[in-house]
């Protein structure tokens, strides 16, 4: 059986550390988990990609 289509737009979208929160006109929100990664350069000018995962590692590590 066949569903009928009903237009759903996007309403907000709400990007959290977890991922992107995106709600729709239905009243419906869904959460997509990703992990946003960027360039970060160290002491020495090597550049490398990290994700806030591993930002709050070395800022635990750095207060001991």
């Known amino acids: 059986m066949k569903l009928p289509r ?35 350069q160290d002491h020495d000018h090597n550049v490398g990609l990290t994700g806030a995962r591993d930002d709050k590692e070395d800022r635990d590590g750095a207060a001991d």
């Open 6 to 40: 009903k237009p759903v737009r996007i309403i907000d979208a709400d990007v959290i550390k977890e991922g992107v929160i995106i709600s729709f006109s239905d009243g419906q929100s869904v959460l997509f988990h990703a992990e946003f990664l960027y360039e970060r």
